[in-house]
């Protein structure tokens, strides 16, 4: 795990984005400890010309919600590998979403994140099922211009 994570983070450390680009925050919330498709999503929407900044896995709430306000990021997305308590999941990403600025989108995707979508939505989160989905929706995320309003 420690080897494929550094081979990661240098990934993501080279493929720098162009200025101007999209801002987003990229980590896992609480209890959830899988990052390898969080780092992948990192990957993926660098690869698609946005600032990414990673901060990593298992992270409290309070925390994600300063480091997006810090960076004036454009959007946070969060990878959810796995869910116990999924009401204890809808609440912390409620409890996200409402520390987020209204124009920064909330997106949640991996495995739980399809399985609870229903849930997850409720919170005001955009679930991305998919990698598909996700390259559609960094594309029509950047092509929108929201980052002019949240940033």
Do not use: C, K
Request: hydrophobic share 55%; net charge negative.
């Amino acid at each position: 795990s420690v080897a494929l994570r550094r081979v990661l983070s240098r990934l993501l450390a080279s493929l720098p984005a162009p200025v101007g680009a999209p801002f987003i925050v990229i980590g896992t919330p609480p209890d959830q400890r899988h990052e390898f498709g969080a780092m992948f999503a990192a990957i993926v929407a660098a690869a698609r010309n946005w600032r990414v900044s990673y901060i990593g896995a298992d992270l409290p709430i309070d925390d994600i919600a300063y480091a997006a306000r810090l960076a004036r990021a454009d959007a946070v997305a969060l990878s959810i590998v796995r869910s116990p308590d999924v009401r204890a999941l809808q609440a912390e990403l409620t409890q996200l979403r409402g520390a987020l600025p209204d124009a920064v989108p909330l997106v949640a995707g991996g495995h739980a994140a399809t399985l609870y979508g229903a849930e997850l939505r409720a919170t005001g989160a955009i679930v991305i099922p998919d990698l598909d989905a996700w390259e559609s929706w960094l594309d029509a995320a950047a092509a929108s211009g929201f980052p002019a309003v949240a940033g």
